[in-house]
């Protein structure tokens, strides 16, 4: 049976002697494995919609569950992501987290769109790649049924005085009231602000500089703590941030 949907390729294996195994991120599907043949000869008619990363419309072949990709016309393929190593290195960590979050026993259909809308602000450059990451990172974990209860002190009921996030318990508190990670007004507001916003809508705040290191810091915890694994392609990511900065430090 032939059928046709949009999806985001989350990963590529080579397999066989010319084929590659994708996992995408399908519309109507969820995730699946599909084998595009012959892909690694020349003069494939499909190498530009199989790309890691390329957003593109499928037809598939499926039969007895399993897909084999007849065409892929990309949508898009995020250009600004492929010839600038921190984007891409950032970009291949979403890809990682998304293929994680996908099998979970409960997948929103809003996952597909939080990667799409992500990847397009890290490739536009429109906002801060900082503040991109976090609001994946925090948004996901929410999507994957990790959202935490931050209104109110889960102690004493109240909006929470000089609050505290407990990453375990997904609970805010006041500082009084119960033990946590130290939030200031900036990073609260920006949290309480990532989950209730529409996606459209989410990378459109500003901090400063130090609430920024603040949420980053609480975000990448939140995720990696609820998800209870690390990621070697945020590894790598941090490892090149952490390059560009002794770079520009010897530069001064
Ligand atoms: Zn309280």
């Known amino acids: 049976m032939h059928r046709t949907e949009k999806g985001l390729i989350l990963r590529e294996a080579a397999y066989k002697d010319a084929d590659i195994m994708l996992t995408v991120l399908t519309e109507c599907d969820g995730k699946i494995s599909a084998a595009a043949r012959g892909v690694r000869r020349k003069n494939s008619k499909l190498t530009a919609g199989i790309q890691f990363l390329a957003y593109s419309e499928f037809t598939f072949f499926e039969s007895a569950g399993r897909f084999t990709v ?60 900082c503040i991109i990451k976090s609001c994946f990172e925090f948004k996901i974990a929410a999507l994957s049924g990790y959202a935490p209860g931050i209104k109110y002190c889960g102690k004493c009921g109240r909006a929470p005085v000089s609050p505290v996030l407990d990453i375990n318990n997904g609970s805010v508190y006041c500082k009084s009231c119960g033990g946590g990670k130290t ?23 500003k901090l400063d500089e130090n609430s920024r290191n603040i949420l980053s810091n609480i975000t990448e915890d939140y995720l990696l703590s609820h998800f209870d694994r690390d990621f070697k392609t945020l590894t790598f990511y941090k490892s090149i941030k952490a390059a560009e900065a002794a770079a520009c430090t010897e530069q001064r």
């Open 183 to 205: 939030l200031d007004n900036g990073a609260y507001g920006a949290l309480l602000y990532i989950l209730s916003c529409d996606l459209k809508r989410l990378f459109s705040f």
């Open 70 to 129: 007849n065409e892929a016309e990309p949508i898009e393929l995020f250009f600004g992501l492929r010839n600038d190593i921190e984007k891409l290195a950032l970009a291949s960590y979403f890809a990682d987290v998304l293929n994680v979050a996908a099998d979970c026993e409960f997948v929103d259909p809003e996952l597909l769109r939080l990667g799409l809308n992500s990847l397009f602000a890290l490739s536009a450059g429109s906002y801060d790649a």
